[in-house]
């Protein structure tokens, strides 16, 4: 973690935190913690993923904390997280038993078990809707009845899915690499300061737990002609994952005897990157590779953005940026990134006076240098 806290006067200070209550709390209206989990998903899911911790109910205390500043949110639940210990790592997570709320592939039109839109704003108008001004919670009580009762009832049956991978059937052909299953206990990032070159867990951990405007901006980047070329998304899918626990008295490595401790909700997008490789008789041949992007809640943006910096970063050229590990790792990290922009705002009063006497110091040279010519 960069730089932190701000010192100064303590009478001052206290009086600043007063006013920041004030301006929370002056238009006399207390903002229930319970509303907004209930009515922020999107922000929560944004928090949850920056922050490397999984708990709605916190995030949301974050969020109000914060009166909605996601960076400062973030900041917030990485230091309370920060103060818990870790027991446990949870076994490997098989994506494969995730139960589906939405997937969707734009390299396929008929995929095996079809495409679910499932909850997006991608297929609404984006105008803004003055109905919700005046909603009432009768008004959403009477919905929620009608859903429940029509379309809910195939919804939920939809969210029980579990649906096969899309990229198995083109592993299957062998048109893309194999990807076994690697159970090597991760390089955790939140313990151990990261060093280049990064491991391949490592560079997920960071990736995952990016800026979300960071990490778009530099995807947007390759995708602009600053790394590779054109990448479609195989699949993308949103859904809640299982987590298991081995025994930690009596560890079998059976699965059988594995705890369930709990699900996630995540969003995972396998990217499909073209790409030509020279063989061994000079002649070049066209194959496909994978990027891969996986972050807590419904994060489809991010996760893209991810899967396309994990297959930048793969080609490893430190002449561009967006291949560079130690240009992107260390950039996109929001609490290390508005942390040092922050520092600005810090008393720079030494190092600004010396600088101040050196440009007055270089003025009077040029003006006696002038005066003699």
């Known amino acids: 973690m960069g730089y932190v806290a701000v010192k100064g006067g303590t009478h001052a200070i206290e009086e600043s935190l007063k006013r920041m209550q004030f301006e929370r709390l002056k238009n006399n209206k207390v903002l229930d913690v319970d509303v907004i989990e209930a009515g922020m998903r999107g922000l929560i899911d944004q928090v949850m993923s920056?922050?490397?911790?999984?708990?709605?109910?916190?995030?949301?205390?974050?969020?109000?904390?914060?009166?909605?500043?996601?960076?400062?949110?973030?900041?917030?639940?990485?230091?309370?997280?920060?103060?818990?210990?870790?027991?446990?790592?949870?076994?490997?997570?098989?994506?494969?038993?995730?139960r589906v709320e939405r997937r969707i592939s734009a390299s396929f039109k008929d995929i095996p078990g079809g495409q679910i839109l499932g909850a997006s704003a991608d297929y609404s108008h984006r105008m803004l809707d003055f109905d919700l001004m005046d909603e009432t919670e009768a008004e959403v009580s009477n919905w929620l009845q009608d859903f429940a009762s029509g379309e809910g009832a195939e919804f939920m049956e939809t969210a029980e899915s579990r649906l096969p991978k899309v990229l198995d059937y083109l592993r299957k052909e062998g048109l893309i690499a194999d990807c076994p299953t690697d159970h090597t206990e991760p390089d955790d990032v939140t313990r151990t300061s990261l060093t280049f070159p990064a491991s391949r867990s490592e560079k997920l951990q960071i990736l995952t737990r990016g800026q979300t405007g960071a990490v778009t901006s530099l995807a947007y980047a390759v995708i602009r002609g600053y790394g590779m070329i054109h990448p479609t998304v195989?699949?993308?899918?949103?859904?809640?994952?299982?987590?298991?626990?081995?025994?930690?008295l009596h560890p079998t490595h059976d699965e059988d005897d594995a705890y369930f401790i709990g699900e996630i909700k995540v969003t995972e997008v396998e990217m499909l990157v073209p790409a030509t490789v020279e063989k061994e008789n000079g002649h070049k041949e066209l194959q496909l590779a994978f990027g891969y992007g996986l972050c807590f809640g419904q994060n489809e943006t991010k996760a893209i953005a991810m899967s396309i910096l994990d297959k930048s970063l793969e080609a490893g050229d430190k002449n561009v940026p967006t291949q560079n590990e130690e240009f992107v790792l260390y950039h996109i990290d929001s609490v290390e990134s508005t942390g040092f922009i922050s520092h600005?705002?810090?008393?720079?009063?030494?190092?600004?006076?010396?600088?101040l006497n050196d440009v007055r110091k270089t003025r009077?040279?040029?003006s006696k240098e002038t005066e003699e010519e």
């Open 344 to 355: 600005l705002k810090m008393p720079h009063y030494v190092t600004f006076q010396s600088k």
């Open 234 to 248: 195989g699949e993308l899918r949103v859904g809640q994952l299982p987590i298991y626990l081995e025994n930690p």
């Open 364 to 366: 009077k040279i040029q």
């Open 50 to 98: 920056e922050s490397s911790f999984y708990s709605e109910q916190l995030a949301a205390l974050a969020i109000k904390q914060a009166e909605g500043n996601p960076e400062e949110a973030v900041f917030l639940l990485r230091a309370y997280r920060s103060t818990l210990p870790r027991k446990h790592y949870s076994k490997t997570i098989q994506p494969e038993e995730m």
